[in-house]
């Protein structure tokens, strides 16, 4: 059996290495969890929105569903157009199980009902601590942080949990490679805040030739329109007066991860492991899933099956996202007219739509053992 007074050090407060810590400590653990951050980031600029059935399942046991359920906006339909025209509606409440359809709440929000759970083990993380390299060899090893008074301390550790985000520096100390590939197209972001409430049940995807425009729910009165075109806000029809943008931004879009997932008693979790495009909102929805699997298994002494247990899903989901990340942005004249024709024919036939359902809500990876 495992041992609960294991030194776990997790480094990254976000969402995942949150997950990771709430995770940990209801199985018993007391880990360390540090981040160089003063605190969590602000609400307005809340990258993730989409939370899919298998992170509901997953975080449930924690008692964080219960309280993004009740915060949360549930999609009901995910709509495709070309050019305008209708191509497929697809319901995301037709699966089986407790939950049903997407549920959308600003990271940011989700990061608090993360830290609000994990206070009630009494716990919380060490803010503007940074993680800054490794010492030592094999059991001796130590990670050096840099405290939030300045001052820098060696940490024994007997597990090192890398959820320090893309840039992850607990990967290159564990000299893990990132590889894979940046994707040429800029992505536009922008808010709207609206005056009155709006229809929130249904994400909007708008194909067009070239080029692709998503419209997301942010909260009641906000939607979220993300485009790879420079004109993308003469395309938009407003559905109520815009009295406010929280927030937008530029970002680029790359494909990669680690392999393998664990190397000499360092863990990689979330986007230090893998990152991909937003489309489909399944980054942090992976990463709680690694988050959750590494806790159990380490509960069951069987940390050592991290990497082999995670790789498939990690393939899996960035493959999926690929493919519709492609199909989103593809230029070919020829391509775009199959597109086009070959969408609603084939989201027509039900063993391929409850496919897609399964995949957009996330069901599409192993289901958790611990839950069953
Ligand atoms: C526009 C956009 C939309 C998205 N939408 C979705 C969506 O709808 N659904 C979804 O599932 N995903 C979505 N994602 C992806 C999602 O935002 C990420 O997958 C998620 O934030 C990853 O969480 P994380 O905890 O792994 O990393 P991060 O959120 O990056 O957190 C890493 C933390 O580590 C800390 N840190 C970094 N370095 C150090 C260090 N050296 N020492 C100490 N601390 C350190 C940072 O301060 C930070 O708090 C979206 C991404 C983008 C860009």
Known sequence: MANRERRILIVGAGPVGLAAAIEFTRRG??????????????????????????SLDLLEPAGVTARILAEAVQVREMRMFANERALLTVD????????????????????????????????????????????????????????????????????LVGADGAHSLVRKAAGLEFPGNALAETFHLVDYRYANEIDTSFIEAHFYGPGVMGRLPVDSRTLRFVSTLADFRDR???????????????????????????????????????????????????????????????????????????????RRVLAETRRNTGMALMRNPVALAARNVLMPMLGGLPWLRR????????LDTPSPPWLA
């Open 29 to 54: 653990y007391r880990p360390r969890i540090v981040d160089m951050a003063p605190g969590p980031p602000p609400i307005a600029e809340s990258r993730a929105l989409a939370i899919n059935v298998r």
């Open 92 to 159: 995301t409440t037709q699966v089986n199980g407790r939950f049903q359809g997407m549920h959308v709440l600003p990271q940011g929000r989700t990061q608090r009902i993360l830290l609000e759970q994990f206070s009630q083990f009494g716990m919380k993380p060490e803010w503007s601590t940074a993680f800054q390299g490794l010492s030592g060899q094999g059991d001796n090893r130590k990670a050096l942080l840099k405290l939030s008074d300045g001052a820098g301390v060696e940490v024994g550790f007997d597990m």
């Open 236 to 314: 938009i029809h407003h559905p109520a007066r815009i009295e406010e943008i929280p927030w937008e931004a530029e970002f680029r879009v790359s494909f990669r991860h680690v392999d393998p997932m664990a190397r000499a008693g360092v863990f990689l979790c979330g986007d230090a492991a893998h990152i991909h495009s937003p489309i489909g909102g399944r980054g942090m929805n992976l990463g709680f899933e690694d988050a959750c699997w590494l806790a159990w298994l380490v509960s069951e002494g069987r940390e050592a099956e991290y990497s082999d247990l995670r790789l498939p899903a990690v």
């Open 355 to 362: 496919q897609g359902v399964r995949g957009a809500l996330g």
